[in-house]
């Protein structure tokens, strides 16, 4: 799986728009971006995936852009229960890699009010 | 309400005891999986079971057990031979589709004394 590089850590104020960066210029052809946030203490929160179009759910929005080598992900109005850590992960379903999620250091991201 | 459980979310065992940790999911996904999470580090995977009855040795299984006699339940046995086992485990689960999205469930904080 490609690695990825994240910046260690971001603030944003609350109602804000968190937008998260993350650096995969190793990707390949057929691996997805993966976002998933922890929140002290508890299990990882799957957030958004995507291969390279751009994504939105009712969590947030993945851009990828057309290299596929970054990717945003962008929490439209950020609140104080988005403070977690946010981890991007690119992987390919099957072969050797299966099951495995390799999670990072993470982005430590705190909104403050 | 479709989901995973973990239990306990604590558990304190001497060392030397053997000691068994539940995951059951009720979502009819096919595959589960075991992580552990050491503090400021990301997860790491300790087995994953496909299908029922078949389960495969992730990055670090020494001194660790599991079974998948049902659909719904991956238990975790950490043995007396696991040689730091006090962590945060994490059981997850996923359809077992090409995009391989896995859920987790809240966590087992394991101390041992």
């Known amino acids: 799986d490609a690695k990825t590089t994240q910046p260690p850590s971001m603030d944003c104020a609350e109602g804000r728009a968190a937008n998260l960066p993350c650096n995969h210029s190793?990707?390949?052809?057929?691996?997805?971006v993966y976002w998933y946030r922890q929140i002290h203490s508890q299990g990882p929160q799957y957030i958004i995936h995507?291969?390279?179009n751009n994504e939105t759910n009712e969590m947030a929005s993945l851009i990828i852009t057309e290299d596929r080598k970054s990717s945003t992900l962008i929490l439209p109005h950020a609140t104080l229960r988005d403070t977690a850590v946010y981890y991007c992960?690119?992987?390919?379903?099957?072969?050797?890699?299966?099951?495995?999620?390799?999670f990072g250091q993470g982005t430590i991201l705190t909104v403050h009010p | 309400d479709g989901g995973i459980t973990q239990s306990p979310k604590y558990l304190f065992r001497k060392e030397g005891q053997n000691v068994t940790l539940s995951c059951e999911q009720n979502?009819?996904?096919?595959?589960m999986y075991w992580y552990r999470q050491d503090p400021g580090q990301g997860l790491r995977l300790i087995y994953y079971?496909?299908?029922?009855?078949?389960?495969q040795k992730g990055d670090i299984a020494e001194g660790y057990s599991v079974s998948r006699e049902k659909k719904e339940s991956f238990p975790l046995t950490v043995t007396s031979a696991q040689k730091n086992p006090t962590a945060f485990y994490l059981c997850?689960?996923?359809?077992?589709?090409?995009?391989?999205?896995?859920?987790f469930g809240p966590g087992t904080r394991l101390t041992v004394l």
């Open positions: 992960i690119v992987r390919v379903f099957g072969g050797t890699s299966y099951g495995k999620l390799t």
């Open positions: 997850a689960s996923s359809k077992g589709d090409t995009t391989d999205t896995q859920y």
């Open positions: 190793t990707i390949s052809g057929n691996e997805y």
């Open positions: 979502l009819n996904h096919d595959a």
């Open positions: 995507g291969l390279k």
């Open positions: 079971s496909q299908i029922v009855n078949d389960f």
